[in-house]
């Protein structure tokens, strides 16, 4: 069975882009917009690891990590935090984020740290 990874980005470019890569790598992936939406679908979807978005509108990534992060059903769940903020990193790993890729992203980097996660979990 391959692995689900749950992406959010309210950048629809890039939520596009990262389903056809991670899809072409033989993932299943679940993409979403809305920021709102991600907590419910980490309970209901199970996936194996989610890529999250920072800097996003309603309610921002790090926001969403900490919520995962203080429900026990969620809180062993793979998050890796992508921004192009400068202190993102920071913010991210404060957040309890288990790595962290700056935007724009190398994509085998991004690959690489996921296979990593999804090796690790």
């Known amino acids: ?12 470019g890039i939520l596009e882009m ?3 890569i991670f899809s072409d790598e ?3 992936v679940i993409p979403e917009l809305n920021s709102l939406n991600v907590h419910e679908l980490v309970l209901d979807r199970r996936p194996d690891l989610v890529v999250l978005d920072l800097w996003m509108p309603v309610i921002s990534g790090d926001q969403v990590l900490k919520s995962l992060r203080k429900d026990p ?3 062993a769940v793979p998050v890796l935090v992508i921004s ?3 202190d993102g990193k920071k913010i991210a790993m ?4 288990s790595d962290f890729v ?3 992203f190398d994509l085998d980097l991004l690959l690489s740290k996921i296979n990593t996660l999804l090796g690790a979990a």
């Open 94 to 97: 404060d957040a309890g984020a």
């Open 26 to 28: 033989g993932f299943e």
């Open 84 to 86: 192009a903020s400068n």
């Open 18 to 20: 990262l389903e056809v």
């Open 102 to 104: 700056a935007k724009p």
């Open 73 to 75: 059903l969620t809180h």
């Open 1 to 12: 069975m391959p692995n689900k990874i749950l992406i959010c980005d309210d950048d629809e």
